[in-house]
């Protein structure tokens, strides 16, 4: 619950600093003009912060990637390995038998230095998202969660040093057990992936914390699908790209409104026998990029569609009815008989319901669909209408 709490703070301020910074006529001239030099700045502020003699000794800011997550995930209770953390001092080098010390600082407790590391990293990272560069998103996020849960389990050992007891039994606080969860959970709850559970336990071998891993992710991911978009969501949304925002199962109306209410009903089809003339007024009167053909005239049967560019290539073969005998091509035929025409893999009823239609395209990467009534055209839909 509070990788999916710090979650949704988390989705909200990179969303609004992301929209900030488009908004702002100096980052966005920066952006669209000297984008190096945004870069640039931006990385000097988080190095600058992030430096070891500076206030990065109260954010173990000499560990790599790798290293953070060794250390969190440390079976050791930090709190019984110092019981007195303000004596220790930082040494002149990293100890990989003892990264612990890395935490440690003798102006603060391990508790300071974990609250001001995930003080400092929520909008560092945030504002590191803003660089036009590879997120390389996951691995900060990651470490991010271990340290929640990291501050979590060592917060229950210091309240709990026996233990937690359990059926009669005592089972010890192992603080990286926490750590394992909070990194599952809060990567899980920022991506709206489940699958983080899963990679946790395969990489680190820690299979005996499979279930409150799980329900972690879970719980996560419930608190902050119920309130933010991921992270990829969001910024697409930010930069007004094509977007389908998901339909809950949980929201009914999805399933009583049909495709009949919201098809077009104005679609541009196509005959078999149609010729030059019929072609020609289709292409004029739409732009999309494939057409749909029926069996004739008077028959609105579906049997298939044709791309425009094969309506390009079959005006530039054949001729015009009203041309000068010296500029008609040699050729002459219909559209059935001169173009490939596809078949209807996948058409909509108008009876199905909203949630379907959304869910095929959602699943299907589908731009437009056919809308049949036994087996007429009677309309289609895009995702201008799911949407």
């Known amino acids: 619950a509070v ?7 988390y989705l909200f301020c990179q969303r609004w600093l992301l929209a900030a910074v488009k908004e702002n006529w100096l980052t966005a001239k920066l952006l669209a003009t000297d984008k190096p030099v945004y870069t640039v700045l931006v990385v000097l502020l988080l190095a600058s912060v992030t430096f070891p003699p500076g206030l990065g000794q109260l954010m173990a800011s000499r560990l790599t990637m790798k290293e953070y997550l060794t250390s ?32 440690c600082h003798p102006s603060a407790t391990i508790f300071g230095t974990l609250a001001f590391f995930l003080l400092m990293k929520f909008w560092m990272l945030i504002l590191a998202t803003t660089l036009p560069l590879p ?3 996951f691995m900060p996020i990651f470490i991010y969660g271990a340290a929640i849960g990291r501050l979590v389990g060592e917060t229950v050992a210091l309240l709990f040093p026996q233990g937690l007891r359990w059926e009669g039994d005592q089972h010890p606080v192992i603080p990286s057990g926490y750590a394992l969860a909070g990194a599952a959970a809060f990567s899980g709850s920022v991506t709206h992936a489940i699958s983080t559970a899963l990679l946790v336990c395969e990489a680190t071998g820690h299979l005996g914390h499979v279930l409150p ?4 992710v879970l719980v996560a991911n419930a608190i902050t699908q119920k309130h933010q978009p991921s992270f990829y969501d969001g910024t ?44 020609l007024v289709a292409l004029d009167a739409s732009a999309a990029d494939e057409y749909p053909v029926v069996e004739s005239a008077g028959s609105s049967t579906l049997v298939g569609t044709v791309s425009r560019a094969q309506l390009v290539a079959f005006l530039q073969s054949h001729e015009h009815p009203q041309a000068p005998p010296g500029e008609k091509p040699a050729t002459a035929g219909t559209l059935g008989d001169d173009c490939a025409i596809e078949p209807i893999m996948l058409q909509l009823s108008p009876w199905t319901s909203l949630h379907q239609a959304h869910h095929l395209f959602e699943l299907l990467k589908l731009q437009r669909i056919f809308v049949t009534r036994f087996g007429e055209l009677v309309g289609a839909v895009s995702r201008v209408e799911v949407r």
Request: charged fraction near 20%.
């Open 213 to 216: 891993v799980v329900v972690a």
């Open 3 to 9: 990788c999916g709490l710090v979650g949704c703070a």
């Open 72 to 103: 969190l995930f440390d079976n050791r209770t930090w709190g019984t390995l110092v019981p007195n953390t303000s004596a220790v001092s930082n040494p002149p080098g990293v100890d990989p038998g003892a990264l612990w010390q890395e935490w």
């Open 135 to 137: 997120a390389g998103y």
């Open 236 to 279: 697409i949304i930010v930069k007004k790209l094509p977007y389908l925002p998901r339909i809950r199962s949980r929201h009914m109306a999805s399933y009583q409104v049909v495709v009949e209410e919201f098809m077009e009903r104005q679609v541009v089809a196509l005959a078999k026998s149609g010729g030059f003339e019929e072609v």
